[in-house]
T-cell receptor, first 111, second 111 residues
Framework: GQQLNQSPQSMFIQEGEDVSMNCTSS?????WLWYKQDPGEGPVLLIA?????ELTSNGRLTAQFGTTRKDSFLNISASIPSDVGIYFC???????????FGSGTKLNVKP | DAMVIQNPRYQVTQFGKPVTLSCSQT?????MYWYQQKSSQAPKLLFH???????NEADTPDNFQSRRPNTSFCFLDIRSPGLGDAAMYLC??????????FGPGTRLTVL
């Protein structure tokens, strides 16, 4: 199956700091999604990206679809304690129904 | 609000005793997915229905079956649960090959 490399695996930051995480693939993807998952809950969709180079924001979150179509980035500005959780990227190949998931980035925010 | 609903949220079963998890959706999406997720790992796709067409992943054990009696409902049947099947089971839906929306998950415990 497809491998998505998501980094970093975990982050420990201070409240107010900005955060960046990324996903890379050896394949060209048609769609990139970013999810946040809280303990014991299902992943919640944060941002969907459909075009190479696309930059989309959702509040303090900004994600980009890499121009090579093999990577995507998620930035969180001015982090707050409720940003704590696991962030997953997911990519979709052209004409495929399913998404391939990264291994997740666990974010910890110290107040 | 349109949503993906999973019942129950917590299910306890005995080793070898068949169990059924259910998922319903009010989004009128034509694609429904079942994922297995273990301890902070990425969700692992078990199978999906594209309309009425069932698509099994190559590495999904035969122990796992699914039924989709209509557009709104989808069931995951585990015929003989083993200790290794204890996990969070996530249902997701999408409109064709667009972004997926997840339910809250069912946490399965096998005694």
């Amino acid at each position: 199956g497809q491998q998505l490399n998501q980094s970093p695996q975990s982050m420990f930051i201070q409240e107010g700091e900005d955060v960046s995480m990324n996903c890379t693939s050896s394949s060209i993807f048609n769609t990139w999604l970013w999810y946040k998952q809280d303990p014991g809950e299902g992943p919640v969709l944060l941002i969907a990206l459909y075009k190479a180079g696309e930059l989309t924001s959702n509040g303090r979150l900004t994600a980009q679809f890499g121009t090579t179509r093999k990577d995507s980035f998620l930035n969180i500005s001015a982090s707050i304690p409720s940003d704590v959780g696991i962030y997953f990227c997911a990519g979709q190949l052209y004409n495929f129904n399913k998404f391939y998931f990264g291994s997740g980035t666990k974010l910890n925010v110290k107040p | 609000d349109a949503m993906v609903i999973q019942n129950p949220r917590y299910q306890v079963t005995q080793f070898g005793k068949p169990v059924t998890l259910s998922c319903s959706q009010t989004l009128n999406h034509n694609v429904m997915y079942w994922y297995q997720q273990k301890s902070s790992q990425a969700p692992k796709l078990l199978f999906h229905y594209y309309d009425k067409d069932f698509n099994n992943e190559a590495d999904t054990p035969d122990n796992f079956q699914s039924r989709r009696p209509n557009t709104s409902f989808c069931f995951l049947d585990i015929r003989s649960p083993g200790l290794g099947d204890a996990a969070m089971y996530l249902c997701a839906t999408s409109r064709d090959r667009n972004e997926q929306f997840f339910g809250p998950g069912t946490r399965l415990t096998v005694l």
